[in-house]
C-alpha cells in the first residue's frame, strides 16, 4: 500500500495527522529546513514527535533541505548526528554537499531527496540512487509518463515520492530568488515570505516607468500565483506510475486543513485498495477548507493548461471547535475555535464512522453548569447536547459559503 505523508508544523499538527490517517509526517527543526516560519520543532520536540510517532507505528522525516552556503554547514554534522540518534526514519535533503556529508557521517540514516534537487530525468535519478539514496521526492514539473519512466529505469528498492495536493510554487521546483530579492529573506534558506502572492502591477519600459494594473478580478491581481495541486481523483494512475508516498504540501497550513485533506485522501487510497470507485463526495471534501482552484498541474501534460490563479483562497466550511473528550451520557465536551450559536447545524469531520453527519445546537453548556447561548469566547470549553459517538480530535465546522 502506498504512504499517505502529510505535513506537521507543530505537535498540534503532528497529532492531527496521525488522526485522521496519515501513514508518516514530515517537519523541520528550527535550523536547516525550508519553513522558518512554520513553528518546527526544538530537539527534543523532534525526539518527543518520533517516540510519538514509533508508539502508533508511524513515520517520521526531518527536512534538512536549504540550498546550502559555506556557512550552513556549521553544525550541520552534529545536528545529523543527533537525528540519527533519536531514530528520525529518514532526511530531506536538497544539497548534493549536505547528502555527502550525511551518508559519511550517518550512513545508516535514510536520505530522501527533496522536490528542491529538481530530479526531472531518469539519468539525474539514477545518479542520486548510485549515492546511495533510499528516496527521491521528484520534481512537481513531470508528467506521470516520465514519472513511469523514471522508475522502470532506477533500483526497485528506492522509493518515489510526489506531492498530490496543496499550493504550488510557481518558481521551478520552489527554487525562487524572488523572496529573497523583495525582502532580504532567502526562501531556499527557509525564510520565504511567499512574495508571489503579492499584488503586482506590469511597468511597461518605453512609458516613463508608468505602472498598469493588470484588471483580473475585484479582489487583486496575482500573476505570479498557480492554482492547488489536487490529484484525489487519480490515485489509480500515479500507483500504476510507480508512486510510492503521497505527499501533502502544508506544514504552515491550520490543524483544520490537514485534518480535511489527510481524512479525504485516506478515505479515498482506502476504497482505492478495497477495489472501489471513486467517491466524488471527497472532491467537495477538499472545498471545505482554504484553497485556491485546483488544478492537476503537470501531471497530464497539456491537459490542463490552466495553471495560473488570480483569486484569493476560498472554503465552504469553517473550523469551529474540537472534541477534547469522547461522548459520554448524550453530550459531548468541546474547545471553540470560532463563533457559533444555539440553533446552529455543525458538521462533524472524523476518521470515523460519525463522518459528516450533523449537530443541531439545541443545548450548550460551560464548565459551570451556566446555559451558553453564544459561544463567542475564544477556546472557551462548553458541553454540547448529542446523540453522536464522537472521538477527542474530532472536528466541528459550519457551512459558510455554498459551492
Not at 93 to 114: F, K, M, N, Q
Not at 317 to 345: P, T, W, Y
Request: aromatic share 10%.
Amino acid at each position: 500500500m502506498v504512504e499517505l505523508l502529510a505535513p506537521a508544523g507543530n505537535m498540534e499538527k503532528l497529532k492531527t495527522a496521525f488522526k485522521f490517517g496519515a501513514d508518516a509526517c514530515y517537519m523541520a527543526g528550527k535550523k536547516f529546513g525550508l519553513r522558518a516560519f512554520s513553528g518546527n520543532f526544538e530537539e527534543n520536540e523532534l525526539k518527543d514527535a518520533v517516540d510519538y510517532a514509533h508508539s502508533i507505528s508511524k513515520k517520521i522525516y526531518v527536512t534538512v533541505n536549504i540550498v546550502a552556503h559555506n556557512s550552513d554547514f556549521d553544525g550541520l554534522k552534529e545536528y545529523l548526528e543527533f537525528l540519527n540518534s533519536i531514530s528520525v526514519d529518514g532526511i530531506i535533503v536538497s544539497d548534493l554537499g549536505i547528502i555527502s556529508l550525511a551518508r559519511e557521517c550517518v550512513p545508516s540514516l535514510d536520505v530522501h531527496v527533496s522536490t528542491q534537487a529538481n530530479v526531472t530525468n531518469k539519468y539525474t535519478a539514477k545518479f542520486l540512487c548510485d549515492l546511495g539514496v533510499k528516496r527521491l521526492v521528484l520534481a512537481r514539473e513531470l508528467s506521470i509518463a516520465e514519472i513511469k519512466e523514471i522508475r522502470e529505469f532506477i533500483p526497485k528498492d528506492v522509493e518515489i515520492e510526489t506531492f498530490v495536493h496543496g499550493a504550488m510554487c510557481i518558481s521551478y521546483s520552489g527554487r525562487c530568488l524572488l523572496s529573497n530579492y523583495l525582502t532580504g529573506r532567502d526562501s531556499n534558506r527557509g525564510a520565504c515570505v511567499q512574495a508571489c502572492r503579492f499584488e503586482y502591477s506590469i511597468c511597461e519600459k518605453s512609458r516613463n516607468s508608468e505602472h498598469y494594473d493588470i484588471q483580473e478580478d475585484e479582489r487583486g491581481t496575482y500573476i505570479l500565483n498557480s492554482k492547488d495541486l489536487c490529484m484525489i481523483k487519480y490515485i489509480n494512475e500515479l500507483v500504476d506510475a510507480g508512486v510510492t508516498s503521497f505527499k501533502i504540501e502544508g506544514r504552515m497550513k491550520s490543524p483544520y486543513y490537514v485534518a480535511t485533506v489527510t481524512n479525504a485522501y485516506r478515505r479515498a487510497i482506502d476504497d482505492y485498495y478495497k477495489g472501489k470507485g471513486f467517491d466524488e463526495s471527497l472532491s467537495q471534501e477538499l472545498e471545505k477548507t482554504s484553497h485556491r482552484r485546483y488544478t492537476t498541474g503537470f501531471y497530464f501534460g497539456e491537459k490542463d493548461k490552466e495553471y495560473l490563479e488570480s483569486s484569493m483562497p476560498i472554503q465552504t466550511h469553517e473550523f469551529m471547535a474540537i472534541v477534547k473528550e469522547d461522548s459520554c451520557n448524550g453530550r459531548v465536551l468541546v474547545e471553540q475555535r470560532n463563533r457559533f450559536k444555539q440553533g446552529e447545524e455543525l458538521e462533524v469531520l472524523s476518521p470515523g464512522v460519525e463522518f459528516n453527519k450533523k449537530i443541531l445546537i439545541e443545548n450548550m453548556q460551560n464548565m459551570n453548569g451556566d446555559v451558553v447561548l453564544d459561544a463567542n469566547k475564544v477556546q472557551e470549553l462548553l458541553y454540547i447536547d448529542t446523540s453522536l459517538q464522537l472521538k477527542e480530535g474530532d472536528i466541528l465546522r459550519k457551512l459558510i459559503q455554498k459551492k
